[in-house]
């Protein structure tokens, strides 16, 4: 598997809390340099990342990231402001209080709602692996495959731990055909993200990677010397 290819399957995330203006064109350059999934950015940088990448490049973004504990209005109102504002996927996180207390029924409720905020958009469910027990996951694939989301999500990165392998294996061999994967947190060279790849992760969550594929001289991508204008 080439640079080239799991790029192909790499959300380019920049989630600091200091994003700023400058941040979001590179940021969005360099998805559309390197020809990543998407580029995911926070909430308020959705539009002017819309407007700045003119459909050259998928925008993703977050709700009730990162700690998933916000109401479940408040992560709708965020699915659908990111809507309007140009989002084409939504990242959201999970209220993992509500699975410590066993209210799957709940937790499966918030997600069927954020999905249809997205109108048709790609819905990631982000599950944070990190603080769940094996049992918990298990249920957790089945309720992600039950609501009708495209992904579940390993991690936010946010939480003391990321995408582990172990983790992608049993993700991959208990949601329904439908869900897809998407491993995060903490994949910060080509060979580990190539392994989740071949474990069974259709996407890659990463802040590192392109940085990587920046430093490589033989990778064939555009030079900086060639940046086209993306107005």
Known sequence: MDIKDIISKTDHTILSPAVSKADVEKACYDAIRFGAASVCLPPSRVAEAARYAAGRIPICTVAGFPLGYSEPGAKVYEARHAVDAGADEIDMVINIGLVKDGRFGDVLEEIKRVKDACRGRVLKVIIECCLLTNEEKLRMCEIVSLSGAG??????????????????????????PHVKIKAAGGIRTFEDAADFIKLGASRIGSSALLRLAAENKDDGFIEDKDKPSLY
């Open 151 to 176: 992904f579940i999500k390993t991690s936010t990165g946010f939480s003391g731990g990321g995408a582990t392998r172990e983790d992608v294996i049993l993700l991959a061999r208990n949601c329904a």
